[in-house]
Protein backbone atom coordinates (compact mmCIF):
# COMPACT_ATOMS: atom_id res chain seq x y z
CA UNK A 1 0.00 0.00 0.00
CA UNK A 2 2.92 2.53 0.92
CA UNK A 3 4.64 1.79 -2.08
CA UNK A 4 1.70 2.29 -4.17
CA UNK A 5 1.07 5.56 -2.84
CA UNK A 6 4.48 6.95 -2.59
CA UNK A 7 5.43 5.65 -6.41
CA UNK A 8 2.79 7.63 -8.10
CA UNK A 9 3.11 11.01 -5.91
CA UNK A 10 6.87 10.91 -6.56
CA UNK A 11 6.55 10.25 -10.65
CA UNK A 12 4.00 13.20 -10.74
CA UNK A 13 6.75 15.53 -8.45
CA UNK A 14 9.28 14.55 -11.44
CA UNK A 15 6.20 16.02 -14.53
CA UNK A 16 5.47 19.41 -12.20
CA UNK A 17 9.75 19.67 -12.38
CA UNK A 18 9.68 19.44 -16.05
CA UNK A 19 6.97 21.58 -16.48
CA UNK A 20 5.44 19.60 -19.24
CA UNK A 21 1.98 18.53 -17.89
CA UNK A 22 0.82 20.68 -14.46
CA UNK A 23 2.65 23.89 -14.91
CA UNK A 24 0.21 26.56 -15.88
CA UNK A 25 0.64 29.71 -17.86
CA UNK A 26 0.14 32.99 -16.85
CA UNK A 27 -2.96 33.94 -18.92
CA UNK A 28 -3.36 37.03 -21.66
CA UNK A 29 -6.36 38.19 -19.79
CA UNK A 30 -4.40 38.36 -16.56
CA UNK A 31 -1.51 40.18 -17.80
CA UNK A 32 -4.04 42.41 -19.39
CA UNK A 33 -6.08 43.27 -16.91
CA UNK A 34 -2.87 43.62 -14.31
CA UNK A 35 -1.87 46.63 -15.95
CA UNK A 36 -5.75 48.33 -14.58
CA UNK A 37 -4.77 47.73 -11.39
CA UNK A 38 -3.07 50.30 -10.71
CA UNK A 39 -5.24 52.69 -10.87
CA UNK A 40 -8.64 50.80 -10.31
CA UNK A 41 -7.53 49.02 -7.34
CA UNK A 42 -6.13 45.34 -7.61
CA UNK A 43 -8.59 43.13 -9.12
CA UNK A 44 -10.76 46.71 -9.94
CA UNK A 45 -11.62 47.17 -5.88
CA UNK A 46 -10.76 51.17 -6.05
CA UNK A 47 -10.09 52.37 -2.63
CA UNK A 48 -11.22 55.70 -4.02
CA UNK A 49 -12.47 58.29 -6.22
CA UNK A 50 -11.59 55.46 -9.35
CA UNK A 51 -14.66 54.11 -10.34
CA UNK A 52 -14.47 50.21 -9.13
CA UNK A 53 -14.82 47.89 -11.60
CA UNK A 54 -14.98 44.19 -10.18
CA UNK A 55 -18.19 42.49 -11.09
CA UNK A 56 -19.46 44.78 -13.47
CA UNK A 57 -20.77 42.35 -16.68
CA UNK A 58 -18.28 41.51 -18.85
CA UNK A 59 -20.56 43.68 -21.70
CA UNK A 60 -20.51 46.82 -19.29
CA UNK A 61 -17.31 46.93 -19.55
CA UNK A 62 -16.61 45.86 -22.97
CA UNK A 63 -19.25 48.38 -24.22
CA UNK A 64 -17.42 51.06 -22.14
CA UNK A 65 -14.06 50.34 -23.61
CA UNK A 66 -15.24 50.14 -27.16
CA UNK A 67 -16.61 53.34 -26.75
CA UNK A 68 -14.21 55.31 -24.73
CA UNK A 69 -11.75 54.14 -27.28
CA UNK A 70 -13.80 55.85 -29.95
CA UNK A 71 -14.51 58.78 -28.34
CA UNK A 72 -18.71 58.33 -28.02
CA UNK A 73 -18.48 58.19 -24.27
CA UNK A 74 -17.36 60.99 -21.80
CA UNK A 75 -13.94 60.65 -20.37
CA UNK A 76 -10.81 62.37 -19.01
CA UNK A 77 -7.84 59.43 -19.62
CA UNK A 78 -9.96 56.78 -20.30
CA UNK A 79 -10.29 57.47 -24.08
CA UNK A 80 -6.88 57.69 -24.21
CA UNK A 81 -6.24 54.61 -22.48
CA UNK A 82 -8.91 52.77 -24.46
CA UNK A 83 -6.95 53.55 -27.91
CA UNK A 84 -4.08 51.21 -26.72
CA UNK A 85 -6.51 48.14 -26.97
CA UNK A 86 -7.91 45.96 -29.68
CA UNK A 87 -11.57 44.47 -29.27
CA UNK A 88 -10.09 41.26 -28.51
CA UNK A 89 -7.77 42.65 -25.85
CA UNK A 90 -11.38 44.46 -24.58
CA UNK A 91 -12.66 41.61 -24.03
CA UNK A 92 -10.64 39.87 -22.26
CA UNK A 93 -10.15 42.38 -19.80
CA UNK A 94 -13.94 42.54 -19.57
CA UNK A 95 -14.20 39.28 -18.64
CA UNK A 96 -11.44 39.07 -15.93
CA UNK A 97 -12.97 42.32 -14.27
CA UNK A 98 -16.29 40.55 -14.60
CA UNK A 99 -15.08 37.49 -12.76
CA UNK A 100 -13.92 39.18 -9.84
CA UNK A 101 -15.72 39.02 -7.13
CA UNK B 1 16.08 10.61 -18.37
CA UNK B 2 12.87 11.47 -16.87
CA UNK B 3 12.45 13.78 -19.55
CA UNK B 4 12.45 11.11 -21.82
CA UNK B 5 9.02 10.50 -20.62
CA UNK B 6 5.87 11.45 -22.87
CA UNK B 7 2.91 12.64 -21.02
CA UNK B 8 1.10 9.41 -22.31
CA UNK B 9 3.73 7.23 -21.11
CA UNK B 10 2.94 9.05 -17.59
CA UNK B 11 -0.78 8.75 -17.70
CA UNK B 12 -0.56 5.09 -18.68
CA UNK B 13 1.94 4.80 -15.46
CA UNK B 14 -0.94 6.00 -13.65
CA UNK B 15 -3.96 4.48 -15.21
CA UNK B 16 -5.63 7.40 -16.43
CA UNK B 17 -6.42 11.00 -16.04
CA UNK B 18 -8.36 10.13 -13.06
CA UNK B 19 -5.72 9.15 -11.01
CA UNK B 20 -3.54 12.32 -12.04
CA UNK B 21 -6.08 14.41 -11.41
CA UNK B 22 -6.66 13.11 -7.54
CA UNK B 23 -3.32 12.38 -6.66
CA UNK B 24 -2.31 16.68 -8.26
CA UNK B 25 -3.74 17.01 -4.87
CA UNK B 26 -0.98 15.87 -3.33
CA UNK B 27 1.31 17.28 -5.18
CA UNK B 28 1.69 20.59 -2.96
CA UNK B 29 5.25 20.90 -1.59
CA UNK B 30 6.79 19.24 -4.61
CA UNK B 31 6.53 21.26 -7.98
CA UNK B 32 9.66 23.18 -9.33
CA UNK B 33 8.44 26.58 -8.03
CA UNK B 34 7.87 25.43 -4.31
CA UNK B 35 10.99 25.60 -2.94
CA UNK B 36 12.21 28.04 -5.59
CA UNK B 37 13.56 31.36 -3.67
CA UNK B 38 12.94 34.51 -5.24
CA UNK B 39 14.73 37.50 -3.54
CA UNK B 40 13.69 41.14 -3.95
CA UNK B 41 15.62 44.10 -3.17
CA UNK B 42 14.18 47.59 -2.64
CA UNK B 43 10.26 47.86 -1.25
CA UNK B 44 9.40 51.10 -3.28
CA UNK B 45 6.87 50.81 -6.16
CA UNK B 46 8.51 48.13 -8.51
CA UNK B 47 9.49 45.88 -5.67
CA UNK B 48 6.35 45.80 -3.13
CA UNK B 49 4.41 45.54 -6.62
CA UNK B 50 6.91 42.36 -7.95
CA UNK B 51 6.93 40.69 -4.70
CA UNK B 52 3.36 40.85 -4.02
CA UNK B 53 2.16 39.83 -7.32
CA UNK B 54 4.76 36.22 -7.09
CA UNK B 55 2.29 35.99 -4.59
CA UNK B 56 -0.50 35.92 -6.41
CA UNK B 57 0.70 34.55 -9.26
CA UNK B 58 2.36 31.77 -7.40
CA UNK B 59 1.46 30.29 -3.68
CA UNK B 60 4.52 28.34 -3.38
CA UNK B 61 7.70 30.55 -4.00
CA UNK B 62 9.58 31.45 -1.16
CA UNK B 63 9.91 35.34 -1.41
CA UNK B 64 12.11 37.37 0.20
CA UNK B 65 11.77 41.28 0.19
CA UNK B 66 14.85 43.42 1.37
CA UNK B 67 14.10 47.36 2.18
CA UNK B 68 16.26 49.17 4.88
CA UNK B 69 13.00 51.36 6.06
CA UNK B 70 10.51 49.80 7.70
CA UNK B 71 8.36 52.32 6.21
CA UNK B 72 8.36 53.57 2.33
CA UNK B 73 7.69 57.35 2.00
CA UNK B 74 6.40 57.77 -1.87
CA UNK B 75 7.86 60.17 -4.07
CA UNK B 76 4.30 60.81 -5.85
CA UNK B 77 2.32 63.12 -3.63
CA UNK B 78 5.55 64.67 -2.20
CA UNK B 79 5.43 67.73 -3.40
CA UNK B 80 1.98 68.01 -1.87
CA UNK B 81 3.84 67.38 1.94
CA UNK B 82 6.50 70.31 0.25
CA UNK B 83 3.78 72.79 -0.24
CA UNK B 84 2.15 72.03 3.02
CA UNK B 85 -1.53 70.36 1.78
CA UNK B 86 -0.60 67.38 3.09
CA UNK B 87 1.40 65.61 5.77
CA UNK B 88 4.28 62.60 5.87
CA UNK B 89 1.93 60.26 7.50
CA UNK B 90 -0.17 60.58 4.42
CA UNK B 91 2.81 59.17 2.09
CA UNK B 92 4.04 56.92 4.14
CA UNK B 93 3.30 53.38 3.87
CA UNK B 94 4.65 50.12 6.02
CA UNK B 95 4.75 46.58 4.73
CA UNK B 96 2.87 44.74 7.14
CA UNK B 97 0.31 43.37 4.16
CA UNK B 98 3.59 41.83 2.70
CA UNK B 99 4.27 40.17 5.78
CA UNK B 100 0.82 38.69 5.91
CA UNK B 101 0.89 37.09 2.60
CA UNK B 102 3.91 35.49 3.72
CA UNK B 103 6.53 37.37 2.29
CA UNK B 104 9.57 37.20 4.61
CA UNK B 105 10.70 41.24 4.84
CA UNK B 106 13.91 41.66 5.76
CA UNK B 107 14.72 45.36 6.81
CA UNK B 108 18.87 45.72 5.68
CA UNK B 109 20.62 46.86 3.45
CA UNK B 110 22.23 44.77 0.68
CA UNK B 111 26.48 44.71 0.78
CA UNK B 112 27.40 42.36 -2.00
CA UNK B 113 25.61 40.36 -5.08
CA UNK B 114 27.45 37.04 -6.20
CA UNK B 115 25.70 36.62 -8.95
CA UNK B 116 27.89 33.39 -9.50
CA UNK B 117 27.13 31.99 -6.75
CA UNK B 118 23.52 33.18 -6.69
CA UNK B 119 23.33 34.65 -3.36
CA UNK B 120 23.21 38.14 -1.49
CA UNK B 121 25.34 39.78 1.48
CA UNK B 122 23.70 42.08 4.06
CA UNK B 123 25.19 44.48 5.87
CA UNK B 124 24.83 42.45 9.04
CA UNK B 125 27.32 39.99 7.32
CA UNK B 126 23.79 37.43 6.60
CA UNK B 127 23.60 35.71 3.03
CA UNK B 128 20.30 34.74 1.37
CA UNK B 129 20.75 32.98 -1.54
CA UNK B 130 18.32 33.11 -4.40
CA UNK B 131 16.98 31.03 -7.73
CA UNK B 132 15.79 34.38 -9.38
CA UNK B 133 17.07 37.88 -7.73
CA UNK B 134 15.01 41.02 -8.45
CA UNK B 135 16.43 44.62 -8.33
CA UNK B 136 14.00 47.55 -7.68
CA UNK B 137 17.21 50.27 -6.49
CA UNK B 138 15.65 53.30 -7.58
CA UNK B 139 17.87 56.10 -8.04
CA UNK B 140 21.02 57.68 -7.42
CA UNK B 141 22.66 60.84 -8.01
CA UNK B 142 25.68 62.19 -10.59
CA UNK B 143 27.01 64.97 -8.13
CA UNK B 144 30.20 65.27 -10.05
CA UNK B 145 28.16 66.85 -13.31
CA UNK B 146 28.34 70.29 -11.54
CA UNK B 147 31.21 72.09 -9.56
CA UNK B 148 30.67 72.85 -6.12
CA UNK B 149 28.23 70.44 -4.57
CA UNK B 150 28.62 66.82 -3.13
CA UNK B 151 26.13 64.65 -1.80
CA UNK B 152 26.11 66.22 1.80
CA UNK B 153 25.16 69.26 0.78
CA UNK B 154 21.77 68.12 -0.02
CA UNK B 155 21.26 68.73 3.50
CA UNK B 156 21.71 72.71 2.51
CA UNK B 157 20.13 72.44 -0.75
CA UNK B 158 17.74 69.74 -1.25
CA UNK B 159 16.88 67.61 -3.91
CA UNK B 160 13.81 66.01 -2.28
CA UNK B 161 13.98 63.70 -5.18
CA UNK B 162 13.53 60.97 -2.81
CA UNK B 163 10.61 60.61 -0.45
CA UNK B 164 11.73 61.27 3.82
CA UNK B 165 13.61 63.62 5.19
CA UNK B 166 14.59 65.67 2.25
CA UNK B 167 11.09 66.22 1.65
CA UNK B 168 10.88 67.59 5.37
CA UNK B 169 13.66 70.08 4.57
CA UNK B 170 12.73 71.79 1.48
CA UNK B 171 8.92 72.13 3.34
CA UNK B 172 11.04 74.05 5.95
CA UNK B 173 12.81 76.24 4.18
CA UNK B 174 9.91 77.09 2.06
CA UNK B 175 7.82 77.68 5.26
CA UNK B 176 10.66 79.53 6.92
CA UNK B 177 11.86 81.89 3.60
CA UNK B 178 9.55 85.41 4.09
CA UNK B 179 7.25 86.75 1.39
CA UNK B 180 8.74 88.25 -1.45
CA UNK B 181 11.95 85.85 -1.44
CA UNK B 182 13.07 83.89 -4.14
CA UNK B 183 12.59 80.17 -5.16
CA UNK B 184 14.72 78.50 -7.65
CA UNK B 185 14.24 75.04 -9.21
CA UNK B 186 16.48 73.18 -10.91
CA UNK B 187 15.41 70.09 -13.12
CA UNK B 188 17.48 67.35 -14.26
CA UNK B 189 18.52 66.33 -17.62
CA UNK B 190 16.99 63.53 -19.03
CA UNK B 191 16.38 61.10 -18.54
CA UNK B 192 15.53 61.23 -14.23
CA UNK B 193 12.83 60.32 -12.17
CA UNK B 194 9.54 61.41 -12.87
CA UNK B 195 9.46 63.29 -15.79
CA UNK B 196 6.36 65.77 -14.98
CA UNK B 197 7.77 65.91 -11.14
CA UNK B 198 9.63 69.12 -11.17
CA UNK B 199 7.04 70.53 -12.84
CA UNK B 200 4.07 69.51 -10.52
CA UNK B 201 6.36 70.74 -7.61
CA UNK B 202 6.70 74.10 -9.40
CA UNK B 203 2.94 74.64 -9.46
CA UNK B 204 2.76 73.79 -5.78
CA UNK B 205 5.53 75.25 -4.23
CA UNK B 206 3.44 78.50 -6.54
CA UNK B 207 0.49 77.77 -4.56
CA UNK B 208 1.55 77.41 -1.37
CA UNK B 209 3.64 81.04 -2.29
CA UNK B 210 0.49 82.42 -3.82
CA UNK B 211 -1.82 82.01 -0.15
CA UNK B 212 0.90 82.72 1.79
CA UNK B 213 3.92 85.22 0.36
CA UNK B 214 2.15 86.41 -2.37
CA UNK B 215 5.21 88.72 -3.41
CA UNK B 216 7.72 85.88 -3.88
CA UNK B 217 9.06 84.48 -7.06
CA UNK B 218 9.78 81.27 -8.85
CA UNK B 219 12.72 81.04 -10.85
CA UNK B 220 13.48 77.49 -12.97
CA UNK B 221 16.89 77.16 -14.33
CA UNK B 222 16.64 74.03 -16.77
CA UNK B 223 19.38 72.05 -18.32
CA UNK B 224 16.63 71.04 -21.07
CA UNK B 225 14.64 73.03 -24.06
CA UNK B 226 11.37 71.63 -23.17
CA UNK B 227 9.93 68.67 -20.44
CA UNK B 228 7.13 66.99 -19.76
CA UNK B 229 3.21 68.31 -20.74
CA UNK B 230 4.89 71.67 -21.42
CA UNK B 231 1.99 73.49 -23.10
CA UNK B 232 -0.46 72.14 -20.34
CA UNK B 233 1.94 73.34 -17.37
CA UNK B 234 2.58 76.75 -19.42
CA UNK B 235 -1.14 77.36 -19.94
CA UNK B 236 -1.59 76.63 -15.92
CA UNK B 237 0.95 78.93 -14.40
CA UNK B 238 -0.18 81.44 -16.65
CA UNK B 239 -4.03 81.12 -15.61
CA UNK B 240 -3.02 80.55 -12.03
CA UNK B 241 0.26 82.18 -10.99
CA UNK B 242 0.47 84.87 -13.75
CA UNK B 243 4.04 86.73 -12.95
CA UNK B 244 4.74 84.41 -10.39
CA UNK B 245 7.40 81.72 -12.35
CA UNK B 246 9.64 82.48 -14.67
CA UNK B 247 11.01 79.25 -16.94
CA UNK B 248 14.75 79.69 -18.18
CA UNK B 249 15.15 76.98 -20.90
CA UNK B 250 18.55 75.36 -21.29
CA UNK B 251 19.75 77.25 -24.23
CA UNK B 252 18.59 80.07 -22.79
CA UNK B 253 20.62 80.39 -20.34
CA UNK B 254 19.37 77.67 -17.57
CA UNK B 255 21.84 75.41 -17.55
CA UNK B 256 23.94 75.57 -14.56
CA UNK B 257 28.04 75.12 -14.18
CA UNK B 258 28.19 75.69 -10.44
CA UNK B 259 26.86 76.09 -7.13
CA UNK B 260 27.78 78.01 -4.01
CA UNK B 261 26.21 76.17 -1.89
CA UNK B 262 27.48 78.67 0.92
CA UNK B 263 25.29 81.21 -0.13
CA UNK B 264 22.55 79.16 -2.46
CA UNK B 265 24.04 81.15 -5.34
CA UNK B 266 23.72 79.08 -8.96
CA UNK B 267 26.06 80.13 -11.67
CA UNK B 268 25.34 79.75 -15.45
CA UNK B 269 26.98 78.78 -18.54
CA UNK B 270 25.92 82.23 -19.48
CA UNK B 271 28.24 83.70 -16.81
CA UNK B 272 24.88 84.96 -14.79
CA UNK B 273 24.95 84.69 -11.32
CA UNK B 274 21.32 83.84 -9.53
CA UNK B 275 21.07 84.04 -5.83
CA UNK B 276 17.95 82.40 -3.62
CA UNK B 277 16.38 82.29 -0.18
CA UNK B 278 15.78 78.52 -1.30
CA UNK B 279 17.38 76.38 -4.03
CA UNK B 280 15.88 72.75 -5.35
CA UNK B 281 18.52 71.63 -7.13
CA UNK B 282 17.60 68.07 -8.53
CA UNK B 283 20.69 66.59 -9.64
CA UNK B 284 21.21 64.36 -12.91
CA UNK B 285 21.04 60.55 -12.04
CA UNK B 286 21.66 57.00 -12.49
CA UNK B 287 20.74 54.05 -11.02
CA UNK B 288 20.63 53.08 -7.64
CA UNK B 289 23.74 52.46 -5.72
CA UNK B 290 23.72 48.45 -6.00
CA UNK B 291 22.98 47.93 -9.32
CA UNK B 292 26.60 49.32 -9.73
CA UNK B 293 27.75 47.78 -7.36
CA UNK B 294 26.52 44.41 -9.02
CA UNK B 295 28.07 45.43 -12.05
CA UNK B 296 24.79 45.52 -13.96
CA UNK B 297 24.93 49.23 -15.28
CA UNK B 298 25.90 50.65 -18.54
CA UNK B 299 28.57 53.80 -18.61
CA UNK B 300 25.54 56.47 -18.11
CA UNK B 301 24.71 54.79 -15.12
CA UNK B 302 21.04 53.10 -16.29
CA UNK B 303 20.58 48.76 -16.35
CA UNK B 304 19.94 47.35 -19.80
CA UNK B 305 17.88 44.54 -19.76
CA UNK B 306 15.59 42.02 -21.94
CA UNK B 307 12.61 44.44 -21.99
CA UNK B 308 10.30 41.59 -22.59
CA UNK B 309 11.17 40.11 -19.29
CA UNK B 310 13.32 42.76 -17.55
CA UNK B 311 15.89 39.93 -17.15
CA UNK B 312 19.71 42.02 -17.25
CA UNK B 313 22.06 41.31 -19.61
CA UNK B 314 24.97 41.31 -17.79
CA UNK B 315 23.59 38.29 -15.21
CA UNK B 316 21.29 35.53 -15.78
CA UNK B 317 18.75 34.93 -13.30
CA UNK B 318 18.81 38.56 -12.17
CA UNK B 319 16.07 41.26 -13.37
CA UNK B 320 16.03 44.92 -12.81
CA UNK B 321 12.95 46.55 -12.93
CA UNK B 322 11.82 50.62 -12.10
CA UNK B 323 13.88 53.72 -12.63
CA UNK B 324 16.98 52.17 -12.68
CA UNK B 325 16.23 49.91 -15.75
CA UNK B 326 16.08 50.75 -19.64
CA UNK B 327 12.92 50.17 -20.22
CA UNK B 328 12.31 51.55 -23.95
CA UNK B 329 10.27 54.20 -24.31
CA UNK B 330 8.73 54.43 -20.68
CA UNK B 331 9.39 56.76 -18.67
CA UNK B 332 11.13 56.10 -14.82
CA UNK B 333 8.05 56.52 -12.84
CA UNK B 334 6.41 55.09 -9.69
CA UNK B 335 3.39 53.48 -11.61
CA UNK B 336 5.92 52.11 -14.54
CA UNK B 337 7.72 50.38 -11.72
CA UNK B 338 4.41 49.09 -11.15
CA UNK B 339 3.93 47.60 -14.40
CA UNK B 340 6.97 46.06 -14.35
CA UNK B 341 7.05 44.60 -11.36
CA UNK B 342 4.03 42.65 -12.43
CA UNK B 343 5.70 42.07 -15.79
CA UNK B 344 8.69 40.60 -14.11
CA UNK B 345 7.02 38.70 -11.62
CA UNK B 346 4.99 36.88 -14.53
CA UNK B 347 8.07 36.54 -16.69
CA UNK B 348 9.93 34.79 -13.43
CA UNK B 349 7.06 32.28 -12.36
CA UNK B 350 6.63 31.43 -16.36
CA UNK B 351 10.84 30.58 -16.50
CA UNK B 352 10.25 28.74 -12.78
CA UNK B 353 7.06 26.76 -14.12
CA UNK B 354 8.89 26.31 -17.52
CA UNK B 355 6.19 27.59 -19.59
CA UNK B 356 5.70 30.57 -22.19
CA UNK B 357 4.77 33.65 -20.34
CA UNK B 358 1.95 35.65 -21.89
CA UNK B 359 2.40 38.84 -24.08
CA UNK B 360 3.64 41.60 -22.23
CA UNK B 361 1.45 44.46 -21.56
CA UNK B 362 2.38 47.84 -19.65
CA UNK B 363 0.46 51.12 -18.75
CA UNK B 364 1.76 54.26 -17.33
CA UNK B 365 -0.20 57.15 -16.22
CA UNK B 366 0.79 59.85 -14.46
CA UNK B 367 -1.22 62.83 -12.94
CA UNK B 368 0.43 66.18 -11.90
CA UNK B 369 -1.70 68.42 -10.02
CA UNK B 370 -1.53 72.44 -10.70
CA UNK B 371 -3.57 73.36 -7.98
CA UNK B 372 -5.87 71.60 -5.37
CA UNK B 373 -8.40 72.08 -8.18
CA UNK B 374 -6.64 71.46 -11.59
CA UNK B 375 -5.29 68.49 -12.88
CA UNK B 376 -3.29 67.34 -15.40
CA UNK B 377 -2.46 63.54 -17.15
CA UNK B 378 -0.31 62.10 -19.11
CA UNK B 379 -1.38 58.12 -20.30
CA UNK B 380 0.20 55.55 -22.26
CA UNK B 381 -0.10 51.65 -23.28
CA UNK B 382 2.63 49.72 -23.99
CA UNK B 383 3.61 46.03 -25.52
CA UNK B 384 7.28 44.55 -26.77
CA UNK B 385 8.09 43.53 -29.74
CA UNK B 386 11.34 42.35 -30.85
CA UNK B 387 12.70 44.48 -33.22
CA UNK B 388 11.29 47.49 -31.09
CA UNK B 389 11.60 46.46 -27.47
CA UNK B 390 8.51 48.37 -25.67
CA UNK B 391 6.75 50.73 -28.23
CA UNK B 392 3.65 52.56 -27.62
CA UNK B 393 0.38 51.24 -28.52
CA UNK B 394 -1.82 54.04 -27.24
CA UNK B 395 -2.82 57.18 -24.70
CA UNK B 396 -1.65 60.71 -25.16
CA UNK B 397 -1.76 64.32 -22.59
CA UNK B 398 -4.84 65.58 -21.34
CA UNK B 399 -6.43 68.12 -24.17
CA UNK B 400 -5.05 71.57 -24.18
CA UNK B 401 -8.55 73.05 -24.56
CA UNK B 402 -10.05 71.92 -21.81
CA UNK B 403 -12.40 73.53 -18.74
CA UNK B 404 -12.27 73.85 -15.40
CA UNK B 405 -14.47 71.36 -14.80
CA UNK B 406 -12.14 68.79 -16.64
CA UNK B 407 -9.31 70.42 -14.55
CA UNK B 408 -11.33 69.38 -11.38
CA UNK B 409 -11.95 65.86 -12.36
CA UNK B 410 -8.37 65.05 -12.93
CA UNK B 411 -7.27 66.49 -9.26
CA UNK B 412 -10.16 64.48 -8.43
CA UNK B 413 -8.56 61.34 -10.08
CA UNK B 414 -5.05 62.56 -9.28
CA UNK B 415 -5.79 61.77 -4.91
CA UNK B 416 -8.14 58.42 -6.41
CA UNK B 417 -4.75 57.45 -8.47
CA UNK B 418 -2.81 57.78 -5.23
CA UNK B 419 -5.09 55.67 -3.26
CA UNK B 420 -5.45 53.05 -6.10
CA UNK B 421 -1.95 53.00 -6.80
CA UNK B 422 -0.32 52.63 -3.42
CA UNK B 423 -2.88 50.18 -2.38
CA UNK B 424 -2.05 48.10 -5.98
CA UNK B 425 1.44 48.38 -4.25
CA UNK B 426 2.01 48.35 -0.47
CA UNK B 427 -1.85 47.30 0.13
Known amino acids: MKTLLIFPVFILCLVVQTGEVWATEITRAVMLSNS ?28 SLR ?30 FSSQP | MMKNYTRRKFIKLLGGTGALLSAHSLLTG ?25 RRFDSNLDITLIEASSRFITCPFSNM ?3 GMQTMDSISHDYTAQTDRGINMVHARVQEVDAAAKKVTLNNGKQIEYDRLVLSPGIDFKWDEVEGMQASDAEVIPHAWQGGSQTILLHQQ ?6 GGVVIVAPPKNPFRCPPGPYERISLIAHYLKQHKPKSKILVLDVKDKFSKQALFMQGWEKLYPGMIEWVAGSKG ?16 FGDTHKA ?10 AGAIAHHAGLTNNDGWCFVDQRTFESEVHKDVYIIGDASIAGVMPKSGF ?13 VSSLRGVAMPDPSYVNTCYSLLSPDYGISVAAVYRYSEEKGIYKTGGGVSPIEADAAYRLQEARYARGWYDSITMDTFG
Request: proline share 3%.
Open chain 2, 336 to 348: AANSQGKVCAAAI
Open chain 1, 36 to 63: CAACHGTDGKSPGAIPAINGKSAQFISQ
Open chain 2, 254 to 269: GRIEEVDVATRSLHTE
Open chain 2, 30 to 54: CGKTASAKVVIIGGGFGGSTCAKYL
Open chain 2, 81 to 83: VIS
Open chain 2, 174 to 179: LTAMSD
Open chain 2, 277 to 286: DVVNFIPAQK
Open chain 1, 67 to 96: EFREDKRPATVMGRHASGYTDEEIQLIAEY
